[in-house]
């Protein structure tokens, strides 16, 4: 038993001596590949010489592939650096393939002094270019007798840019082509798995993006929905930007601009979305948050124009979102206490969300900036199969899940109540209709036309025609201050309140209106009243209103107070006569204010002008010159029975 460990240390010491540390052979293993993980030669500086496969490498420190140079003696080297190795393989075979998992940052590939390729930026640039692809090499012939492949790679890289210096990753590999197109296809494939989450996520964000966009298209006052499909949209755009990058090595000036301007629209969106469906002000923190933001990629800008590093630079452009990511935290986290349950498992996601990120921004600065050697990753992985789930990946589904749930019943919320509002402006127009009917009552002695188009569903303009017994019209025309369903039932009240006015006397109706309305209504109601007695004579008292038109010039009435002002107020009456014949034209403001989409009003001198046409054409004048409120106009021809009959 002595003798048989005493003869294998034997062995393992003379192979040793026969392969030096340098060397790996696919000549001693079973398997048509050797891995390449392990001692290689290694020397800083740049020297083309060292690609020829004469040269002598044996005073060479060795270092080991899967570890950055950094870790092994050199740290904090930045420039050039060459690896050297040599391949044995059996004799008379064909030329294997080697494949290199990634080396950072570019490197070149010599077979046996012959250029085979290269990946990323070997020269000195600021437009740099990674590399961290798999890719596989076509290796040269052996040299005649031992069949020996050197290979020396010319490897180029800036620390600068926070990854590890110089690194051989680990699974490099080299063997016989067909072998090597599976390795190649399976470490693309766990490349691809390792970013299924985040073109997961991407994906999703899509989706829910233009989910929400369609809802702004069917509501677009609620500009929240625009708000939250601009903070989604950069992450589908990061996706397709992911997909590309897994497979085509992208400058780094370029992945970083998609990357920053991206982040940054995203930012300005949320803070956009958070401010308006919580209500919140827009504070200093705020402005500047979103400043910030919209500045985020001049840290790429400083760096390319060479006033910074790369690392400085990137430092720079976190520092910006620095105050969005503090906005975030510190209001909703805030809001989270003080809001109630509802809101509560909305805001909780949030926070959780940019927390998360504001930690790992205030990571990558601390290590851009030296603060530390290595990047502290908070984001550790939960499970590794199928495909590895992260703690970040964690976040950002419950984060855009949370959201969207929030924003559906939103939108239901937000239809229930436009039903419901809808139901009670119907039940407003048909209580209307029934105050203002669409045919005025037989005034035996005067020809009466009216129009009325309100500006909504319902107005807040009104007007009653009520004879008299004694063969007397009296006319009642107001216009309810505001819009909507609120004026609608202010009118409501009005003409209740008109129909059981026992008195006909211009200013006493105006008084009696004024007490009913007076500390029941919030803002005010013009209105004019005016008796006609049958021979012609006329009282008017005024409220506010515009006066009326008789022939074609506007009588001259001393006016008051709105009603609904002050219950003590006095209205004055101002007598005039009509003559057989004589027109009298009411309309409300609307008229006058209508207004053209250049901004022209329709004016009092068209209103004079046009004020003894019919109230149809009137009316239709004004709706086609731009309807801005309600449009009243009533029409009165004195047209007494001796007239008619002669």
Same mark, same amino acid.
């Given at each position: 038993?002595?003798?048989?460990?005493?003869?294998?240390?034997?062995?393992?010491?003379?192979?040793?001596?026969?392969?030096?540390?340098?060397?790996?052979?696919?000549?001693?293993?079973?398997?048509?590949?050797?891995?390449?993980?392990?001692?290689?030669?290694?020397?800083?500086?740049?020297?083309?010489?060292?690609?020829?496969?004469?040269?002598?490498?044996?005073?060479?420190?060795?270092?080991?592939?899967?570890?950055?140079?950094?870790?092994?003696?050199?740290?904090?080297?930045?420039?050039?650096?060459?690896?050297?190795?040599?391949?044995?393989?059996?004799?008379?075979?064909?030329?294997?393939?080697?494949?290199?998992?990634?080396?950072?940052?570019?490197?070149?590939?010599?077979?046996?002094?012959?250029?085979?390729?290269?990946?990323?930026?070997?020269?000195?640039?600021?437009?740099?270019?990674?590399?961290?692809?798999?890719?596989?090499?076509?290796?040269?012939?052996?040299?005649?007798?031992?069949?020996?492949?050197?290979?020396?790679?010319?490897?180029?890289?800036?620390?600068?840019?926070?990854?590890?210096?110089?690194?051989?990753?680990?699974?490099?590999?080299?063997?016989?082509?067909?072998?090597?197109?599976?390795?190649?296809?399976?470490?693309?494939?766990?490349?691809?798995?390792?970013?299924?989450?985040?073109?997961?996520?991407?994906?999703?964000?899509?989706?829910?993006?233009?989910?929400?966009?369609?809802?702004?298209?069917?509501?677009?006052?609620?500009?929240?929905?625009?708000?939250?499909?601009?903070?989604?949209?950069?992450?589908?755009?990061?996706?397709?930007?992911?997909?590309?990058?897994?497979?085509?090595?992208?400058?780094?000036?370029?992945?970083?601009?998609?990357?920053?301007?991206?982040?940054?629209?995203?930012?300005?969106?949320?803070?956009?979305?958070? #401010?308006?469906?919580?209500?919140?002000? *827009? &504070? !200093?923190?705020?402005? /500047?948050?979103? =400043?910030?933001?919209? +500045?985020? $990629?001049?840290?790429?800008?400083?760096?390319?124009?060479?006033?910074?590093?790369?690392?400085?630079?990137?430092?720079?452009?976190?520092?910006?979102?620095?105050?969005?990511?503090?906005?975030?935290?510190?209001?909703?986290?805030?809001?989270?206490?003080?809001?109630?349950?509802?809101?509560?498992?909305?805001?909780?996601?949030?926070?959780?969300?940019?927390?998360?990120?504001?930690?790992?921004?205030?990571?990558?600065?601390?290590?851009?900036?030296?603060?530390?050697?290595?990047?502290?990753?908070?984001?550790?992985?939960?499970?590794?199969?199928?495909?590895?789930?992260?703690?970040?990946?964690?976040?950002?589904?419950?984060?855009?899940?949370?959201?969207?749930?929030?924003?559906?019943?939103?939108?239901?919320?937000?239809?229930?109540?436009?039903?419901?509002? #809808?139901?009670?402006?119907?039940?407003? *127009? &048909? !209580?209307?209709?029934? /105050?203002?009917? =669409?045919?005025?009552? +037989?005034? $035996?002695?005067?020809?009466?036309?009216?129009?009325?188009?309100?500006?909504?569903?319902?107005?807040?303009?009104?007007?009653?025609?009520?004879?008299?017994?004694?063969?007397?019209?009296?006319?009642?025309?107001?216009?309810?201050?505001?819009?909507?369903?609120?004026?609608?039932?202010?009118?409501?009240?009005?003409?209740?309140?008109?129909?059981?006015?026992?008195?006909?006397?211009?200013?006493?109706?105006?008084?009696?209106?004024?007490?009913?309305?007076?500390?029941?209504?919030?803002?005010?109601?013009?209105?004019?009243?005016?008796?006609?007695?049958?021979?012609?004579?006329?009282?008017?008292?005024?409220?506010?209103?515009?006066?009326?038109?008789?022939?074609?010039?506007?009588?001259?009435?001393?006016?008051?107070?709105?009603?609904?002002?002050?219950?003590?107020?006095?209205?004055?009456?101002?007598?005039? &006569?009509?003559?057989?014949?004589?027109?009298?034209?009411?309309?409300?403001?609307?008229?006058?204010?209508?207004?053209?989409?250049?901004?022209?009003?329709?004016?009092?001198?068209?209103?004079?002008?046009?004020?003894?046409?019919?109230?149809?054409?009137?009316?239709?004048?004004?709706?086609?010159?731009?309807?801005?409120?309600?449009?009243?106009?009533?029409?009165?021809?004195?047209?007494?029975?001796?007239?008619?009959?002669?």
């Amino acid at each position: 038993m002595k003798r048989r460990v005493l003869f294998g240390l034997i062995f393992i010491v003379s192979a040793n001596a026969i392969l030096p540390a340098q060397t790996f052979s696919l000549v001693t293993g079973r398997e048509p590949v050797t891995s390449l993980d392990g001692l290689w030669r290694f020397h800083t500086g740049d020297n083309p010489t060292w690609a020829d496969p004469k040269f002598d490498d044996s005073q060479w420190p060795l270092i080991r592939a899967g570890e950055s140079w950094a870790t092994q003696g050199y740290p904090g080297y930045s420039g050039y650096a060459w690896y050297r190795c040599r391949l044995q393989i059996p004799d008379g075979s064909r030329p294997p393939e080697l494949l290199l998992t990634a080396i950072f940052t570019g490197y070149e590939v010599y077979g046996n002094g012959k250029p085979i390729g290269g990946e990323g930026s070997i020269l000195p640039t600021r437009n740099i270019v990674v590399a961290f692809l798999p890719k596989a090499y076509a290796l040269p012939s052996g040299s005649a007798g031992p069949q020996f492949i050197e290979i020396a790679i010319r490897v180029w890289h800036v620390t600068d840019l926070g990854y590890p210096g110089g690194m051989l990753d680990p699974g490099s590999i080299a063997g016989a082509p067909a072998v090597l197109e599976g390795e190649l296809s399976r470490h693309q494939d766990a490349r691809t798995a390792n970013f299924v989450n985040g073109y997961g996520y991407g994906l999703l964000a899509l989706l829910v993006g233009l989910t929400t966009l369609v809802l702004f298209f069917s509501r677009p006052e609620d500009r929240e929905y625009l708000w939250f499909s601009l903070m989604l949209f950069p992450s589908a755009a990061d996706m397709a930007r992911g997909l590309v990058w897994n497979h085509v090595s992208i400058p780094m000036t370029l992945n970083y601009a998609v990357s920053a301007t991206g982040e940054g629209t995203s930012a300005i969106a949320a803070l956009l979305f958070f #401010s308006t469906v919580l209500h919140t002000p *827009r &504070s !200093v923190l705020w402005r /500047l948050a979103c =400043a910030g933001a919209a +500045a985020y $990629p001049i840290g790429l800008l400083v760096y390319y124009l060479g006033l910074t590093s790369w690392g400085e630079g990137h430092a720079i452009g976190i520092g910006l979102m620095l105050p969005a990511d503090i906005w975030f935290v510190g209001t909703l986290g805030i809001l989270t206490v003080r809001k109630g349950v509802s809101t509560r498992w909305l805001l909780a996601p949030a926070v959780l969300y940019y927390g998360f990120g504001l930690l790992n921004h205030l990571s990558t600065v601390s290590l851009q900036l030296g603060w530390q050697r290595a990047r502290m990753s908070l984001d550790f992985e939960l499970i590794s199969r199928p495909f590895p789930l992260r703690l970040s990946d964690i976040f950002n589904f419950v984060f855009i899940l949370s959201l969207l749930i929030f924003l559906v019943r939103r939108f239901s919320a937000a239809r229930q109540e436009e039903a419901r509002l #809808s139901q009670e402006m119907e039940a407003a *127009r &048909s !209580v209307q209709s029934l /105050l203002i009917p =669409a045919v005025p009552p +037989a005034t $035996p002695g005067f020809a009466v036309e009216h129009v009325y188009l309100p500006a909504s569903e319902v107005g807040g303009d009104f007007f009653q025609v009520l004879p008299g017994g004694d063969g007397s019209l009296l006319i009642v025309v107001g216009d309810v201050s505001g819009k909507g369903l609120r004026a609608a039932m202010t009118v409501s009240a009005i003409v209740g309140a008109l129909r059981g006015c026992t008195v006909r006397d211009p200013a006493q109706v105006l008084a009696h209106l004024n007490r009913v309305l007076c500390g029941q209504i919030g803002g005010f109601v013009t209105c004019s009243a005016t008796l006609i007695a049958g021979d012609g004579a006329m009282t008017l008292a005024n409220a506010g209103q515009l006066p009326p038109y008789r022939n074609g010039e506007e009588l001259s009435v001393p006016s008051a107070l709105p009603l609904g002002i002050d219950p003590k107020v006095s209205y004055e009456e101002t007598p005039f &006569s009509l003559n057989p014949g004589d027109r009298l034209t009411f309309l409300s403001d609307g008229v006058v204010e209508a207004q053209s989409p250049a901004g022209e009003l329709f004016g009092f001198d068209r209103t004079r002008q046009i004020s003894t046409q019919s109230a149809e054409v009137i009316a239709r004048a004004a709706k086609a010159h731009g309807q801005e409120d309600d449009i009243t106009v009533l029409t009165l021809t004195f047209a007494p029975a001796a007239v008619l009959h002669a």
